[in-house]
């Protein structure tokens, strides 16, 4: 069992930054991979981006390639998701979630329905 908590939310105008942090408790964290997700008022759940359990590869979403970045710290169970160069369109609840396993490709792990645990989410705005 994993239990993930996000942080880091908030208003920011465009341009600016953020950066949200999911923290996980729970046995093995260090075992999973973890993805980042956003969900804006009627649309669907959008993949942002993911990290493979060791940290050793990444995938992001095309329109936040070069803005954001995700790390992980598996010392501190922690996964970040630096935000940069913000638009209003980034604006949404912001999710991570995690999922146990090696298998690893963009296909699979931009699928929420790829993933085994989930926090309850953290608002994005971004608007001047």
């Known amino acids: 069992q994993v239990q993930l908590v996000e942080s880091g939310g908030g208003l920011v105008e465009p341009g600016g930054s953020l950066r949200l942090s999911c923290a996980a408790s729970?046995?093995?964290?260090?075992?999973?991979?973890v993805g980042w997700f956003r969900q804006a008022p009627g649309n669907e759940r959008e993949f942002v981006a993911a990290?493979?359990?060791?940290?050793?590869?990444?995938y992001y979403q095309g329109s936040v390639k070069g803005r954001f970045t995700i790390s992980r710290d598996n010392a501190k169970n922690t996964v970040s998701l630096q935000m940069n160069s913000l638009k209003p369109e980034d604006t949404a609840v912001y999710y991570c979630a995690a999922r146990r396993g090696t298998l690893w490709s963009y296909s699979l792990l931009s699928n929420p329905g790829g993933y085994d645990y989930w926090g309850q989410g953290t608002q994005v705005a971004v608007s001047s």
């Open positions: 990290i493979y359990w060791s940290g050793g590869s990444i």
């Open positions: 729970g046995r093995d964290f260090s075992h999973y991979h």
